[in-house]
Nanobody, 123 residues
Framework: QVQLTESGGGLVQAGGSLRLSCADS????????VGWFRQAPGKEREFVAR???????YYADSVEDRFTISRDNGKNTVYLQMNSLKPEDTAFYYC?????????????????WGQGTQVTVSS
């Protein structure tokens, strides 16, 4: 059974940093891409970052140069280091795994999802 568990969210002031973690209990991370999406109230879920099995990284333009995705295959964990946070980064952040093809920036291209973790950035 695949279970993705996010942690590390919280309240931070603008300019601050947070590191999100996503742990995989079902070893779905092995050999697969892992991604992060976020969803703010009243908005659609949007792509944030993706890391392939070969550690190639992709980012949304809005987080490029501020966020870093990484993976520790030995711990079945993926991280999202978020620096220089802005109030517009406030959202629920979701970990996702198993990219099934198509546009990787679309939520429907991913099979497994965690429950999410709230990130709030105050101005």
């Amino acid at each position: 059974q695949v279970q993705l568990t996010e942690s590390g969210g919280g309240l931070v002031q603008a300019g601050g940093s947070l590191r999100l973690s996503c742990a995989d209990s079902g070893r779905i991370f092995v050999g697969n891409s892992v991604g992060w999406f976020r969803q703010a109230p009243g908005k659609e879920r949007e792509f944030v970052a993706r890391i392939t099995q070969g550690a190639i990284k992709y980012y949304a333009d809005s987080v490029e140069d501020r966020f870093t995705i990484s993976r520790d295959n030995g711990k079945n964990t993926v991280y999202l280091q978020m620096n220089s946070l802005k109030p517009e980064d406030t959202a629920f952040y979701y970990c996702t795994a198993l990219y099934t093809g198509g546009n990787s920036h679309q939520p429907e291209s991913w099979r497994y999802w965690g429950q999410g973790t709230q990130v709030t950035v105050s101005s």
